[in-house]
């Protein structure tokens, strides 16, 4: 079975929470406690996980899906699973870039008061 079959019916986050229900146990409370905090429902995460996952997954990754669905006999659910067991990983996700170089420095402030003694009226002047 092809895995763009998977990522196509779980898209759906009613369909990607009725499969995360077939696979039940541990997998569904860290998916709970996963979206849980971000305030999205269980079957939002696990699509948008899939989407993800689509988009990032490496090309040793995608082997490893297509294996695991190939063996088998629920191939949608045995790709459901290793694809969130790979994103709750964290395994897709690129490297942090680095930071390029700024060269653009703020400018010097000099907050230093001067001391001036202004006359009478040139105190009267600025005021008004």
Avoid at 26 to 52: C, H, S, W, Y
Avoid at 86 to 93: D, K, P, T, Y
Avoid at 108 to 123: F, G, Q
Wanted: net charge positive; aromatic share 6%; hydrophobic share 50%.
């Amino acid at each position: 079975m092809d895995s763009s079959e998977l990522f196509r019916s779980c898209a759906n986050e009613h369909v990607a929470a009725a499969a995360l229900m077939s696979l039940g146990g541990a997998l569904v409370e860290r998916i709970d406690r996963a979206a849980l905090p971000i305030g999205v429902t269980r079957g939002a995460f696990v699509a948008n996980l899939l989407a993800e996952y689509d988009r990032k997954a490496s090309p040793e990754l995608r082997k490893q899906l297509v294996r695991a669905m190939s063996r088998a006999q629920m191939p949608i659910l045995a790709g459901l699973r290793h694809v969130l067991q790979v994103a709750l990983r964290g395994a897709f996700e690129p490297a942090p870039r680095r930071a390029s170089y700024c060269r653009w420095r703020p400018p010097v402030l000099n907050w230093a008061a001067e001391s001036a003694s202004l006359a009478r009226e040139d105190l009267r002047r600025v005021l008004h």
